[in-house]
């Protein structure tokens, strides 16, 4: 229990909730906390009064007032979001947590109310001190948020575990343990004070005493004031809106405020949200069982290393010892090293216990909270906090991951002593690591008659000297950028042919190959130059060097791309010419040019590539080998792919897996240099469509230009066409144009791009020819 301690106190006084409210972010904060870090924005900055004022309104201000419109009709009453308040520029200090706390812009005024449901000032605006998302309040100030009753609960509940014995209440100086307990009175009793004021005769001998810690229990059991709305005090919660995610009463149902929204029975989210909690807590209680033995694997390997260290130790000095005086000037040395050895594990096992210790307790603690939350009995409180805490518990069970509970050391010394060597040589004894050792495998051959090109892919194969006896446990494949650059690995693997497919047209590549086994890498092979076709050829061309149909090549689609940024400046050729050197092997082949019609998609370079996580904001979250991409703050944040496009027509595809509360992602392209913590288009380096649930713009440098109906929702598919050729940029959703043509006239190097925030999650699809609506219009031009 006293894990759970921190989930309970408030980030900005330090201590145990009292009275908490629930913001829209979902954390929790005291009322009292709350009004103490109010802060009034100017007049001048807020949304009403440049709407009121009518004059020296942008295009771009009226955008975020229409969207501020769309947030007010599915807000639930949380009023406006972060996203249109001016930062609040008044001094803050700092609260017992570290947490950033900025004071009341001016004392709140004189009213019945109590402090924390006071009348606020209008214009208000409060910051959440954990995720720092800012948002103004409405006319309702603080009472428009929610209390939290079940943090409550959980509260009182660790509060009289956390208290000594039950005491008399009503002792007048030092009260003494009380002995039982009256449930009609509610007070404990000590026996003279039960004798003197709770005697058991007349209307009190009908009472029902019991004993303290039963007393305890009927209290915690007693029912809990039912939950009214926050909009309407009068009535109580009998519905869930599965839209908005809150309970709502049957006054807001008739109002028309959620009319349109699908509506369930109360206690049948209830239930269903305590089972999904449920369920989630058996899988992370299974990680937290298998970080507890894993805990007693790691203390058991201290030991053994322990022991190992003494028993290598003993049998070092031993074989010194039988050595002539000159060994002995050596055996400091060595002792040295193994001791440095023992050091070494140690360190790593206990800093990786501590590591592992820290992380269990914080899961323990999570744990233990989510399990009395779940003993709550208040329906609408507990799906107040039921989905914020089901996406803690699944985000510590992915912190189990792979790897977290493996150890990174062994308990072996994998040292050796040799004593062999004659007396003369003794200044040369050294540890012989590994104890036993086995040479690098032989460089591997390059095959020339199955190495070929075709269009934009490469195929390679290989194979070990025929007199060679070591056997390889792999092959490393590297090829260069096309434009002279550094190798880069694009293949790893016991496979001995490999195609890399998404080249680029018209450009020149190194390749290289080198086996390896336990013992290291061989040394690299002869370079061989490729030569990609040129993109206005047929897609017939390819080197007449056939692959055998009984050996299947292994496909390398997009971790090539994905790895290098490609701009090729070769001039056009009609043939292959590659170099010849003592370490570069040549091919020949003249290509042939077909008569046939030229079907455009044919023409097109098929680009794999994946998102850049080195280039991304660090508050992007990937998977799913880095094509899958959300976000873990409220702002538009920017992400990149890794592939960089020069010239030809390039489309690409993402689907929209996650979207809620009506964000307005943005799909398009940019430098390599764009700003990555603000929308993307907002500055001069990027060009790109931002699209809500309703209708899209197109934007670059801030410019907003062509408004167009039709939004996105979960599920849908936004395509982005780069037809460098013409210079354009047009874009997608689920297969037809939106808008016409976003930019023209964009040229240079330019880089797929995305910016969402948290509540986005899409996934690129690469590779895929483009829209056949395009195709047939640029056939005919």
């Given at each position: ?696 713009w197109f934007m670059h440098n801030n410019s907003h230009t ?12 936004i395509g982005v066409l780069l037809d460098l050729n013409r ?55």
């Open positions: 229990m006293e894990e759970m301690e921190e989930e309970l106190k408030c980030p900005v006084c330090g201590s145990f909730y009292r009275e908490p409210i629930i913001l829209p972010c979902s954390h929790n904060i005291c009322q009292a906390c709350a009004r103490n870090i109010l802060v009034q924005t100017p007049e001048s900055e807020s949304p009403q009064s440049r709407r009121a004022s009518g004059s020296g309104v942008s295009d771009y201000d009226y955008l975020d007032l229409d969207k501020m419109s769309l947030y007010s009709e599915a807000d639930s009453g949380y009023g406006s979001y972060g996203g249109f308040a001016s930062a609040p520029t008044t001094p803050c200090q700092k609260s017992p947590n570290g947490v950033r706390v900025f004071p009341p812009a001016m004392p709140p005024p004189a009213t019945h109310l109590s402090p924390a449901l006071a009348s606020v000032p209008r214009n208000s605006c409060i910051t959440c001190p954990q995720c720092h998302r800012s948002l103004i309040l409405d006319d309702r100030g603080l009472r428009g948020f929610p209390k939290n009753r079940v943090l409550e609960g959980v509260i009182d509940r660790y509060q009289q575990s956390k208290a000594a014995a039950l005491k008399c209440q009503l002792c007048e100086k030092a009260p003494k343990e009380a002995t039982v307990m009256c449930e009609q009175c509610d007070v404990f009793y000590c026996d003279p004070c039960r004798l003197r004021c709770h005697p058991p005769r007349g209307p009190l001998a009908k009472h029902r005493l019991v004993p303290p810690a039963q007393g305890r229990v009927s209290r915690r059991l007693s029912p809990r004031k039912v939950s009214t709305c926050t909009d309407h005090e009068l009535e109580n919660h009998s519905m869930y809106c599965v839209q908005c995610k809150m309970p709502v009463c049957y006054q807001c149902l008739e109002e028309g405020k959620h009319s349109s929204h699908e509506v369930k029975a109360l206690g049948a989210m209830w239930k269903l949200h305590k089972s999904q909690l449920s369920q989630a807590l058996n899988g992370l209680s299974d990680r937290a069982k298998e970080a507890k033995e894993f805990l007693v694997q790691l203390r058991n390997m201290v030991q053994q290393i322990q022991e190992n260290s003494v028993e290598f130790e003993a049998c070092l000095v031993a074989q010194c010892d039988a050595l002539i005086d000159a060994l002995n000037r050596r055996k400091a040395q060595l002792l040295a090293r193994v001791n440095k050895e023992h050091e070494h594990k140690l360190k790593v096992v206990r800093d990786q216990i501590s590591h592992c210790t820290v992380k269990l307790r914080q899961t323990t603690g999570l744990m233990e909270y989510c399990l009395e939350v779940i003993k709550e009995n208040d329906p609408s409180g507990f799906l107040q906090i039921s989905d914020a805490l089901i996406r803690r518990v699944h985000l510590t069970e992915d912190q189990w991951g792979k790897g977290t509970l493996t150890p990174r050391m062994t308990t072996d010394f994998d040292l050796s002593l040799d004593n062999s060597p004659l007396l003369q040589s003794i200044h040369q004894l050294d540890f012989v690591q590994m104890k036993t050792s086995s040479p690098v495998p032989a460089t591997p051959i390059l095959q020339l008659e199955e190495c070929c090109t075709h269009n934009n892919s490469a195929t390679l194969s290989w194979k070990q000297p025929p007199l060679s006896t070591v056997p390889a446990e792999g092959y490393i494949l590297e090829l260069d950028d096309g434009n002279g650059g550094q190798f880069r690995e694009v293949y790893v693997g016991k496979e001995t042919m490999c195609t890399v497919d998404g080249l680029h047209f018209n450009s020149t590549y190194n390749a290289r190959i080198k086996a390896f086994n336990k013992t290291g890498v061989s040394q690299y092979s002869k370079t061989l130059v490729l030569q990609t076709s040129e993109d206005t050829d047929s897609e017939e061309q390819t080197v007449p060097f056939p692959v055998p149909s009984e050996r299947l090549p292994l496909r390398r689609m997009s971790p090539f791309s994905s790895t290098l940024n490609l701009q090729p400046s070769f001039p056009r050729r009609s043939y292959f010419d590659f170099r010849s050197s003592p370490h570069q092997l040549s091919l020949h082949s003249s290509l042939q040019s077909l008569n046939a019609p030229v079907d455009i998609k044919k023409l097109l370079a098929v680009a794999w590539f994946a998102f850049d996580p080195g280039s991304a904001h660090s508050d992007i979250i990937f998977s799913n080998d880095n094509l899958t991409v959300t976000c873990s703050s409220y702002d538009d944040r920017v992400v990149l792919g890794k592939t960089g496009f020069s010239k030809g027509v390039h489309y690409w595809e993402l689907t929209v897996d996650r979207y809620d509360n009506h964000p307005d992602p943005a799909f398009g392209v940019a430098r390599n240099n764009v700003m990555k913590d603000v929308m993307l288009g907002k500055d001069d380096k990027a060009w790109a469509m931002y699209v809500d649930n309703n209708r899209s062509n408004r167009t109906e039709g939004g996105i929702t979960k599920g849908a598919t210079k354009t940029l047009t874009f997608f959703i689920n297969d037809e144009q939106q808008g016409p043509i976003a930019f023209e006239n964009v040229e240079g190097l330019f880089f797929p791009a995305v910016s969402l925030n948290r509540n986005v999650q899409v996934t690129l699809h690469t590779g895929i020819p483009v829209p056949d609506c395009y195709s047939s219009r640029a056939s005919i031009a």
